[in-house]
């Protein structure tokens, strides 16, 4: 099912059911499974994304008798200046830096007398080489939680009205397709995680006197926006990449979903265009997206990610003939290298850039006159830095970006010719650039 078929029918079915009215201290507990069960729908079983795999998922807890879900009377408390925490997002460029969060650190660490504090985002339960110094990771506030709940605890006891719509959206969600982890299942085990991850939350960001908190992907920590709103601390997220109507992290169907405070969006073309969020929007986009002014190569850069890697098969043999310019490939992580795919991009003389490469896809991207993908993050970044940009409308996902090819940013794969294709009106308020004093003293008011 493509992205807008799977985005429409979730939203019906959202709405029938009432499934956002299940709540537990005032949030929607299926707002924690909402892009999973949306992704599930959207991508290719053979090709699952990591926010799509969720059939394998377990959780082993030992067994103890106590359930610890109240905060203790007893904590102790910070006693010196209150403190500015950054959520990390786990990935980081060849200076350790988060490109997302660095800009914001720094300048609290210029201009804040108090604490600052960073929490680690482990992928794949590795924690990569950072400048930050972190000894605080985010699988603490959720493996704190083995400590007190044995594996056949249920602390989320539903009502029969509950259950009732539950079912109503399982039964429906099967007939779509859906084929993740039975959806009741899944959302207790979210609902259960989210209710001692909320709880650690509170605990720590009590202890260290938290006032503000900048962080990305808000959708994948709803136990911190939960902790912080309940303590009145300011929240600010940062867009980690494209987003639009069509993502269901960051556009509802209705307001009864949790988000922080302030939203930075990277131009007001891309905040338009969400649909219930509830956070103040501000427009700034980060330095790495603005135009690094490489001199333009005459080459062809092809981005794939793993979700699309078999849809770019067809398009090796047209491009390769109808061009003269060299031709990259950027492959994607955990591609064997002895795939039958790779085997016929050597034949055509196409030159292989895997993800360990040290060049990074934004140089290639900052070099290349043409850059053609499906993958929404490299879409946008060509833009930022003024390659012809092309989207293959034949991958799934894709139709996401016809709002842009309307609007002149992009271009539609019509031709294999790249010189049917020529720079498009780049407009200025695509990337919307500010100090990032401006924005902190416009949160600060």
Same mark, same amino acid.
């Given at each position: 099912?493509?992205?807008?078929?799977?985005?429409?029918?979730?939203?019906?079915?959202?709405?029938?059911? =009432?499934?956002?009215?299940?709540?537990?201290?005032?949030?929607?507990?299926?707002?924690?499974?909402?892009?999973?069960?949306? !992704?599930?729908?959207?991508?290719?079983? =053979?090709?699952?994304?990591?926010?799509?795999?969720?059939?394998?998922?377990?959780?082993?807890?030992?067994?103890?008798?106590?359930?610890?879900?109240?905060?203790?009377?007893?904590?102790?408390?910070?006693?010196?200046?209150?403190?500015?925490?950054?959520?990390?997002?786990?990935?980081?460029?060849?200076? =350790?830096?988060?490109?997302?969060?660095?800009?914001?650190?720094?300048?609290?660490?210029?201009?804040?007398?108090?604490?600052?504090?960073?929490?680690?985002?482990?992928?794949?339960?590795?924690?990569?080489?950072?400048?930050?110094?972190?000894?605080?990771?985010?699988?603490?506030?959720?493996?704190?939680?083995?400590?007190?709940?044995?594996?056949?605890?249920?602390?989320?006891?539903?009502?029969?009205?509950?259950?009732?719509?539950?079912?109503?959206?399982?039964?429906?969600?099967?007939?779509?397709?859906?084929?993740?982890?039975?959806?009741?299942?899944?959302?207790? !085990?979210? +609902?259960?995680?989210?209710?001692?991850?909320?709880?650690?939350?509170?605990?720590?960001?009590?202890?260290?006197?938290?006032?503000?908190?900048?962080?990305?992907?808000?959708?994948?920590?709803?136990?911190?926006?939960?902790?912080?709103?309940?303590?009145?601390?300011?929240?600010?997220?940062?867009?980690?990449?494209?987003?639009?109507?069509?993502?269901?992290?960051?556009?509802?169907?209705?307001?009864?979903?949790?988000?922080?405070?302030?939203?930075?969006?990277?131009?007001?073309?891309?905040?338009?265009?969400?649909?219930?969020?509830?956070?103040?929007?501000?427009?700034?986009?980060?330095?790495?997206?603005?135009?690094?002014?490489?001199?333009?190569?005459?080459?062809i850069l092809v981005i794939v990610q793993k979700l699309e890697f078999r849809h770019f098969e067809k398009l090796i043999k047209p491009l390769a003939e109808n061009n003269e310019f060299p031709i990259i490939f950027r492959?994607?992580? =955990?591609?064997?290298?002895?795939?039958?795919?790779?085997?016929?991009?050597?034949?055509?003389?196409?030159?292989?850039?895997?993800?360990?490469?040290?060049?990074?896809?934004?140089?290639?991207?900052?070099?290349?006159?043409?850059?053609?993908?499906?993958?929404?993050? +490299?879409?946008?970044?060509? !833009?930022?830095?003024?390659?012809?940009?092309?989207?293959?409308?034949?991958?799934?996902?894709?139709?996401?970006? &016809?709002?842009?090819?309307?609007?002149? &940013?992009?271009?539609?794969?019509?031709?294999?010719?790249?010189?049917?294709?020529?720079?498009?009106?780049?407009?200025?308020?695509?990337?919307?650039?500010?100090?990032?004093?401006?924005?902190?003293?416009?949160?600060?008011?």
């Amino acid at each position: 099912m493509n992205r807008i078929d799977a985005v429409r029918e979730i939203h019906k079915l959202e709405q029938e059911t =009432g499934i956002h009215s299940i709540k537990r201290h005032g949030i929607s507990l299926y707002q924690l499974v909402s892009v999973a069960v949306t !992704m599930n729908l959207i991508t290719d079983p =053979g090709f699952r994304t990591n926010e799509g795999r969720i059939g394998s998922l377990k959780r082993m807890y030992k067994k103890r008798n106590d359930i610890f879900l109240e905060i203790p009377e007893n904590i102790q408390y910070n006693t010196e200046d209150k403190s500015v925490l950054f959520m990390l997002r786990g990935k980081y460029n060849e200076m =350790g830096q988060d490109v997302l969060i660095h800009e914001y650190y720094e300048y609290y660490k210029e201009n804040f007398r108090g604490q600052i504090l960073c929490i680690d985002r482990k992928l794949e339960a590795i924690a990569e080489p950072n400048c930050y110094g972190t000894k605080t990771f985010t699988n603490h506030f959720k493996d704190f939680s083995k400590n007190f709940i044995r594996e056949n605890d249920d602390i989320v006891n539903f009502t029969k009205e509950e259950i009732e719509k539950i079912r109503k959206f399982e039964n429906q969600l099967l007939k779509l397709g859906y084929s993740g982890m039975l959806f009741s299942r899944l959302l207790s !085990m979210k +609902a259960r995680d989210f209710l001692v991850e909320r709880l650690n939350y509170l605990i720590y960001l009590k202890i260290n006197k938290v006032k503000k908190i900048y962080l990305s992907l808000g959708y994948v920590h709803v136990g911190l926006l939960a902790a912080a709103k309940e303590l009145n601390i300011t929240t600010v997220e940062i867009q980690y990449a494209n987003i639009s109507k069509l993502h269901p992290g960051f556009s509802f169907v209705t307001r009864e979903v949790l988000t922080a405070d302030y939203l930075i969006v990277w131009g007001a073309y891309f905040g338009e265009q969400l649909e219930c969020n509830n956070s103040q929007l501000l427009y700034r986009s980060p330095v790495f997206l603005r135009n690094q002014d490489y001199k333009k190569k005459e080459q062809i850069l092809v981005i794939v990610q793993k979700l699309e890697f078999r849809h770019f098969e067809k398009l090796i043999k047209p491009l390769a003939e109808n061009n003269e310019f060299p031709i990259i490939f950027r492959m994607p992580l =955990g591609i064997n290298p002895n795939n039958t795919f790779i085997t016929q991009l050597k034949k055509y003389n196409v030159k292989i850039s895997e993800a360990k490469d040290p060049k990074s896809t934004m140089e290639y991207i900052s070099e290349s006159k043409w850059v053609l993908s499906g993958y929404s993050t +490299a879409l946008i970044e060509s !833009m930022g830095q003024k390659s012809v940009t092309i989207s293959y409308q034949d991958i799934p996902n894709s139709e996401e970006f &016809y709002p842009y090819i309307s609007a002149g &940013y992009m271009h539609e794969l019509t031709s294999f010719d790249m010189r049917n294709y020529e720079y498009t009106s780049q407009k200025s308020e695509l990337f919307h650039d500010l100090e990032v004093e401006a924005i902190i003293n416009e949160i600060e008011k």
